[in-house]
């Protein structure tokens, strides 16, 4: 399938596409709500640690991987190293799967308040727990959500991807930032911004680093292969290490201005941080009715507008990780393996649907061993698939890279479009991390959480 590949059309492209998978939920409402309950400060600075520290070395591997492989995240590591490496792909094809049945029904929340915003209904911020309770209406709008992700993912991805990505990005920067200068004048922003930057480390414990960790790994798009199978589209000529560090400052410089909003929002209203996922969606609609009726109105739904495509820009790197799948393993048509896998991801997303209230069992979904309450089953999923299944890929990631496929290969990967690259600093830098921070650091952040969060045993 290799000569049929298309690729992107040049390196803003790329970028513009990568980062448009790492901008997402993941900075606009999952990140807020991590730092909320992570206890504010103590949360962010070892999330801003895991992002450059480890997590950039990991992203830039994944792109090598990808572009040296030419082949999408299931496929890619069986032409570098042993085939019994596939497992790793095929993991994070099922991980991705999984993460986006959930993605999918947080945008048909967005979707939905989108269209409340339009119709002025500021008092949806109030009413969060009945809305998500209100299935038919949720369902229709993720179903609708992940149909515009299959659509644009069945037409390829030069076309589809990249298109999308150019114009929608910079826009949702303007508007995030235009709202952060309004959260500034608001009574009780001080106390926001308080909270989210002054440093409190009573608050930092494995839960708050094991979910910082997660979150860093998510936000990038890392540990699934999402960036191989982008890698896999890019060209030789272009330059992995500065895509790379533009794609992470971009995604960690949007969490960190969605956080500077968001909390003087949260404490100007009195609402609480550790709120969960509900946070930005019980925040926002009272900011913006404080704006007055129309302005209220024009910046409130053109937010959720935003938010959605940011979304989607996201969904559509998810859902492109089975398809690719099905499509250079199993030979599938694009426009069948598309249907089918959004079909499926579908039907794995109504627990996560019916979890917030509606019914008892997916809402009590699960008590770990020695927590005292039982969390849905949404949170259970994040959990396993995006706290623990994420890190542990980009572990593999690193010793597959330094032990199978061998650091001077990756070098070399590296240096095609940057000739000078094995010669610099970030060269030995990344070379280091990889070899010798990563795989302890995500080997006992692996087993330590899986000991203590799932199972209770007291470790440390
Ligand atoms: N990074 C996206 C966000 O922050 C979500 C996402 C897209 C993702 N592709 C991924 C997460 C691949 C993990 C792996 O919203």
Not at 17 to 26: E, T, Y
Not at 258 to 276: D, K, N, T, Y
Not at 358 to 382: C, H, L, R
Request: proline content about 4%.
């Amino acid at each position: 399938m290799a000569a049929s590949r298309s690729t992107f059309t040049n390196k803003f492209g790329f970028i513009a596409a990568a980062a448009g998978s790492a901008v997402g939920l993941g900075n606009i409402w999952k990140f807020p709500f991590e730092v909320g309950k992570g206890g504010g400060s103590a949360f962010l600075i070892i999330y801003l640690i895991f992002c450059f520290v480890l997590c950039y070395p990991i992203l830039v591997t994944e792109i090598a991987i990808g572009r040296r492989s030419q082949k999408s995240a299931a496929m890619a590591f069986r032409p570098l190293g042993h085939p019994r490496w596939s497992i790793v792909g095929i993991l994070g094809v099922f991980c991705g799967v999984v993460i986006l049945s959930f993605y999918n029904i947080v945008a048909g929340w967005v979707l939905g308040y989108f269209v409340e915003m339009l119709l002025g209904n500021f008092a949806i911020g109030q009413q969060f727990g009945e809305y998500v309770n209100d299935i038919a209406e949720v369902g229709g709008y993720t179903l609708a959500f992940l149909i515009a992700t299959a659509y644009i993912v069945s037409q390829g991805v030069t076309k589809g991807i990249e298109k999308a990505s150019k114009i929608l990005m910079p826009v949702l920067i303007a508007i995030i930032l235009v709202l952060t200068v309004y959260a500034m004048t608001l009574d009780g922003a001080l106390d926001g911004i308080t909270f989210y930057l002054v440093p409190d480390f009573t608050k930092l414990n494995l839960n708050v680093i094991y979910r910082a960790l997660g979150q860093s790994f998510f936000s990038l798009s890392l540990g699934l292969g999402a960036l191989m199978t982008y890698g896999s589209y890019l060209s030789r000529k272009e330059n992995i290490i500065s895509a790379g560090a533009m794609i992470t400052f971009a995604d960690v410089g949007i969490a960190f201005l969605a956080g500077l909003m968001i909390f003087p929002f949260v404490f100007s209203q009195g609402i609480e941080p550790e709120g969960g996922a509900g946070l930005i969606f019980m925040t926002m609609p009272g900011i913006f009715e404080s704006m007055g009726p129309t302005l209220g109105i024009a910046v409130g739904s053109l937010f959720f507008l935003l938010l959605a495509f940011a979304a989607l820009t996201s969904t559509i790197s998810l859902l492109e990780l089975p398809v690719a799948y099905l499509v250079d393993k199993h030979k599938v048509k694009r426009k069948y393996a598309v249907w089918y896998a959004a079909a499926v991801i579908f039907l794995l997303g109504i627990p996560s649907m019916l979890g917030n209230g509606y019914s008892e069992y997916f809402t009590k979904f699960i008590t770990y061993v020695g927590a005292e309450q039982p969390v849905n089953f949404m949170d259970f999923v994040t959990d396993v698939a995006s706290n623990t299944l994420l890190p542990f890929g980009g572990l593999m990631v690193s010793i597959f890279s330094i032990y199978i496929w061998k650091r001077r290969k990756l070098f070399r990967e590296l240096s095609h479009g940057y000739p000078e690259f094995p010669r610099t600093f970030i060269a030995r830098y990344i070379g280091f991390t990889l070899q010798y921070i990563c795989p302890p650091v995500l080997g006992a952040i692996f087993i330590i959480t899986i000991l203590e969060i799932f199972f209770g045993v007291k470790i440390i």
